[in-house]
C-alpha cells in the first residue's frame, strides 16, 4: 500500500473520530451536531478546539429549524443514545490505533 493512502486512511479515520466527538461536544452545547461532525471530520483537532472555545446556547437560543428537528428526549432514550455514541468512538478509535500499528510494521 502507497504512503499516501496509508496517511490518507489515517487521516479519514482520525476525522470521523474527532467529527463524533465534536458532534458529541456540539450537542452538549445546544449547537447543531450534524455541521460540527463535518467541520470536524474535515479540519481535524482545529475544529474540536473551536467548539471548545465557544459557549454553550442558551435553550431560548436555539435556531428555529434545530426546534423544529429536536424531538423530546426521555432520559431512558438519551442514556442508549450516549451508550451507542461511547461504543462508536471507542470503536473507531479503536480501528486508529490498528491502522497507525499496522503501517508502522509494514515499514
Do not use: C
Not at 7 to 36: C, H, M, P
Not at 68 to 95: C, D, I, N
Request: hydrophobic share 55%; charged share 15%; proline share 3%.
Amino acid at each position: 500500500m502507497s504512503t499516501t493512502l496509508q496517511i490518507l486512511l489515517i487521516y479519514l479515520t482520525a476525522g470521523l473520530v474527532i467529527g463524533a466527538f465534536s458532534s458529541f461536544i456540539a450537542n452538549e452545547k445546544n449547537r447543531n451536531g450534524f455541521n460540527w461532525f463535518l467541520l470536524g471530520v474535515v479540519f481535524n483537532i482545529i475544529a474540536m478546539l473551536a467548539l471548545i472555545a465557544v459557549p454553550a446556547l442558551p435553550e431560548s437560543e436555539k435556531t428555529t429549524e434545530d426546534l423544529k428537528t429536536k424531538k423530546p428526549v426521555h432520559t431512558a432514550s438519551q442514556l442508549k443514545a450516549e451508550t451507542v455514541m461511547r461504543f462508536l468512538l471507542f470503536s473507531l478509535g479503536l480501528v486508529l490505533i490498528l491502522l497507525i500499528g499496522y503501517f508502522n510494521f509494514l515499514q
